[in-house]
């Protein structure tokens, strides 16, 4: 099994004080995993390795100096959910560990939204939805609440494209 550990200062057996809550096989923390530490560092061994089997994430990653914004566990989710649409992927399971909790809602919220957009629309076979086919409108709200909103955009996308 791969697991995959985002998290720039903690070892995932730093997790297993705090994280029983969350996770039912907590001793999931105690087998070996791959740690990576930083946005950079999380896409190279996804697109090195292919998608691990679990992942768990930090929200928070710091901000290196000569970085002029800030690549956070969001952002690697972010990531995440579009290297799985181009790849035709499902998402491996994860959890989120942060310390955030804003940050982890949001995580889980895009996960969430996600796989409620995978199961209704693209499983059913409605899986072109950003298409030269679809009105000019429609094409700019799915990527307006894509690049600013990733949460509303699969709450929203359902009300654009409803499955009679």
């Avoid at 791959?34 to 994430?57: A, H, K, M």
């Amino acid at each position: 099994m791969k697991l995959l550990f985002l998290d720039d200062i903690r070892n995932p057996k730093d997790c297993l004080l705090y994280m029983h809550p969350k996770i039912q096989d907590i001793e999931i923390y105690q087998k070996e995993w791959q740690i990576v530490r930083s946005y950079d560092e999380f896409v190279i061994w996804i697109e090195t390795n292919g998608l691990p089997d679990f992942i768990s994430f930090d929200h928070d990653l710091g901000l290196p100096e000569e970085q002029s914004q800030e690549l956070n566990g969001m952002t690697c989710a972010k990531w995440l959910v579009n290297y799985c649409l181009d790849n035709d992927l499902k998402l491996p399971d994860f959890v989120v560990h942060s310390s955030n909790p804003a940050g982890a809602k949001n995580i889980e919220g895009l996960f969430k939204g996600f796989g409620e957009f995978k199961n209704k629309y693209i499983e059913l076979g409605f899986c072109n939805i950003i298409s030269i086919n679809q009105p000019t409108w429609r094409r700019w709200l799915i990527e307006f609440f894509w690049l600013f909103d990733p949460v509303t955009f699969f709450s929203a996308i359902g009300t654009f494209f409803p499955i009679e």
